[in-house]
């Protein structure tokens, strides 16, 4: 059964960083890609964020670029999500899930928060 838990969210200032993990089970990075998605509230869509392919190339959307890096460590089944300059636009839900297969159940995500 495949699992995501996601951590690291918080409250911070606009301009303040966060790092995001996922420890994933049940699935290995090598055969799939991993992604980063966010979700403005409840009810609405997820939008995706950041993915890294198995092959390790990283993707980042254009809002994110220069502030948001995707990274993962194979051995441990953990992707992060460095996030840097964080905007209020950026206040949501994150969640890990694919982005090159079919998606499978979603984590409870992890709030992130962005107010002075």
């Known amino acids: 059964q495949v699992q995501f838990v996601e951590s690291g969210g918080d409250h911070v200032q606009p301009g303040g960083s966060l790092r995001l993990s996922c420890v994933a089970s049940?699935?290995?990075?090598?055969?799939?890609?991993m992604g980063w998605y966010s979700r403005e509230a409840p009810g609405l869509d997820r939008v995706f964020i950041a993915?890294?392919?198995?092959?390790?190339?990283?993707h980042v959307v254009d809002f994110g670029k220069g502030r948001f890096t995707i990274s993962r460590d194979i051995a441990n089944k953990t992707i992060y999500l460095q996030m840097n300059n964080l905007k209020a636009e950026d206040t949501g839900t994150y969640f890990c899930?694919?982005?090159?297969?079919?998606?499978?159940?979603w984590g409870q995500g992890t709030q992130v928060t962005v107010s002075s």
């Open positions: 899930n694919t982005f090159d297969h079919a998606y499978y159940t």
């Open positions: 049940g699935i290995s990075f090598t055969d799939i890609g």
């Open positions: 993915g890294i392919f198995k092959t390790g190339r990283t």
